[in-house]
């Protein structure tokens, strides 16, 4: 096994707006370094579609042994049209699936938070969205996305079959039902558990085991179980309700755009992908804002870098217990918008229009 090397973050900014977004969380990492005497060793390397056009390869073994060691990985964004027709097996997102699989980050916190500051940009009413808070667990290396056998085989008729597996064990579920319950005890204490336990075994096995977990566990927090085409339906619905959301792969995938739409703002969403803990109490961890990589408007100085921004803040929480630096950056991040401050993907009349980098620069200066 290979060991983690402390305080070593890999960047990994891959296609698209990637490198843009990356860039500042950078600066922020290098501004930390001089002004907080944190001393992270940043390597940066290739990943994606990038990493194709070099290599041959979405992700290279050496990148993916540096991955190995460092504490935790930052990730732009993958993919693009360019790449569209390429075999499963050269496709930029298999660079995401492998570092996600093969660093065994099962567990996918994806939160959704309507800034107050940006109510007016969800598609749904302010009195609907304003003060939402959910936190979507969602499980990332097992389920279809993962389950054996899969392709695509021709059958006697002379048509093809194209086929993929849904399939959960007990521990994949367990493991991260119980991420979920902690972090609702650390919130509002209550867990809705997604699945489709009246179509398919694998659901049902999957409410068995969260409602076992809970019964031995978990009794002091509220637990309840929906079908996730409900969940969909309750998203648009009330989505206050929730708390945290705790479901597999697939469903995590599509709810989670959904909730997060609910902010009006994809570019400013983070996300967490987190393995077990070692007995030294060490964890693999990837980092990337829930945004992908925009390839429309990359290049062009206006995509939004809080995501990314965010998303090492959840780094410093989850992988770092940097609990004080984390609330300093994400109260910077209110800061500058409270100025009205905006990138374009989230301008609105009477704000002041800014770049990405000049995003960048604006957090930081609210950080002295
Ligand atoms: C996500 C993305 C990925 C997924 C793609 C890029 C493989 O949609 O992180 O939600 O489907 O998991
Ligand atoms: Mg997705």
Known sequence: MIKIKKRKILLLPGDGI??????????????LNSNKSLDFEIDEDLAG?????????????????????????????????????LDFSKKPERALLKLRKELKL????????????LVDASTLKPEIVSGLDIMIVRELTGGIYFG???????????????????SYTTSEIVRVAKVAFDLARKRSNQVTSCEK?????AGQLWKEEVQELH????????????LADNCAMQLLKNPKQFDVIVTDNLFGDMLSDQASMLTGSLGLLPSASLGAKNKDGEMRAMYEPIHGSAPDIAGKEIANPIASILSFAMALRYSLDLDSEADALEKAVQDVLNDGLRTKDILSEGKKEVSTSAMGDAIISKLQ
Request: hydrophobic letters at 35%; a negative charge.
């Open 106 to 117: 099962f567990a996918n916190l994806r939160p959704a938070i309507c800034f107050e500051q």
């Open 215 to 226: 019964d031995k566990e978990y009794k002091d927090v509220e637990l309840s179980h929906m």
């Open 197 to 201: 336990s009246n179509v398919m075994e």
């Open 18 to 31: 990637g490198p843009e977004v990356i860039q500042e969380v950078k600066k922020v990492i290098l501004w």
């Open 49 to 85: 579609g990038c990493s194709y056009d070099k290599h041959g390869t979405p992700i290279t073994d050496e990148v993916f042994y540096k991955a190995l060691e460092s504490e935790f990985v930052m990730l732009g964004a993958v993919g693009g049209p360019k790449w569209d027709n």
């Open 148 to 166: 054996e056998p899969r392709g695509i085989k021709p059958i006697e008729n002379g048509e093809r079959k194209g086929i993929n597996t849904h």
